[in-house]
């Protein structure tokens, strides 16, 4: 792994850097990274993690700092570096790789790097969180496909007794991923076809059709295009009747700004 130099007595640390060391697509507009670091810089670096993205060809990024606090410190002047919040698909401390996701849709600078990432590449790594899920014995998931990476680590965590539904909405059929659910998730892919990101009422208007289950052990997590989470998030607090700690709905892009997360 790479670091940023120390700076002494300024009470900043450096930031972990990965080093890409293989890139797949898995499908047509999803590509995944794989990158190395010390197993202690992998298993911080996720669920849901901050990455530093370096402009395209930039083989000696500017990289920001961590105050004690958390707070990321950058440095004065241009530096090139932008910020955005992704899930890592997996990490593996063990074999110090961590895998994600990017959606290429866009010409943000996270899609512009994972376009020409090739082994060897740099990316930064500072802070992670939770992907505000929780086990329910009823689940509904909602999300397009910069949501797949976490609705595929929440699958795979879920009691083998969890009982719902996850809804997917992606372009087409070649777009589906494979993921592993409990028995008795059903896992719906929802084709938007030739519809531009963003701007299909797919996954609102299938969530719309799906009743609340009885019960008060249900649990809703909705991530994808921020209009279609807010349909989502008041269908959910008005029929369904779900409080706060039975749904997390985030809009993780906007229409018109670049897709960020990748999930």
């Known amino acids: 792994m790479t670091t940023a130099a120390p700076h002494p007595d300024d009470g900043l640390r450096p930031i972990d850097v990965l080093t890409v060391v293989a890139v797949t697509d898995v499908t047509p507009s999803v590509r995944r990274v794989v ?17 530093l993205v370096p402009r395209v060809g930039d083989a000696a990024p500017r990289w920001p700092r961590v ?7 950058w440095p004065d002047g241009a530096h090139g570096v932008s910020l955005r919040s992704y899930t890592a698909r997996r990490q593996d401390p063990v074999a110090a790789q961590v ?10 600078p996270a899609a512009a ?8 590449a740099l990316l930064g ?7 505000g899920d929780r086990p329910a014995a009823q689940l509904l998931l909602a999300g397009d496909e910069t949501a797949l990476p976490a609705i595929s680590r929440i699958l795979a965590a879920a009691p083998a007794t969890s009982r719902g539904i996850a809804l997917l909405e992606v372009a087409g059929a070649a777009e589906e991923q494979p993921l592993s659910a409990p028995d008795g998730v059903a896992v719906r892919w929802l084709h938007r076809g030739d519809t531009p990101p963003g ?7 299938a969530v719309a059709t799906i009743d609340r289950p009885e019960g008060e052990d249900v649990f809703a997590w909705v991530a994808a295009e921020s209009a279609a989470v807010r349909t989502i998030r008041a269908d959910l607090r008005g029929r369904w009747g779900l409080s706060r700690a039975q749904h997390h709905a985030i809009g993780y892009w906007r229409r018109g700004r670049a897709m960020s997360p990748a999930g």
């Open 67 to 73: 105050a004690k606090d958390g707070r990321i410190v």
């Open 99 to 108: 895998e994600v996701d990017f959606v290429l849709h866009g010409d943000g």
């Open 199 to 205: 701007e299909s009422t797919l996954l609102a208007d």
């Open 35 to 51: 990158l190395s670091g010390t197993p202690t810089a992998v298993a911080a670096a996720g669920p849901t993690v901050n990455l």
């Open 125 to 131: 790594v500072a802070g992670a969180g939770a992907l």
């Open 113 to 120: 790097w994972a376009t020409a990432a090739a082994p060897g």
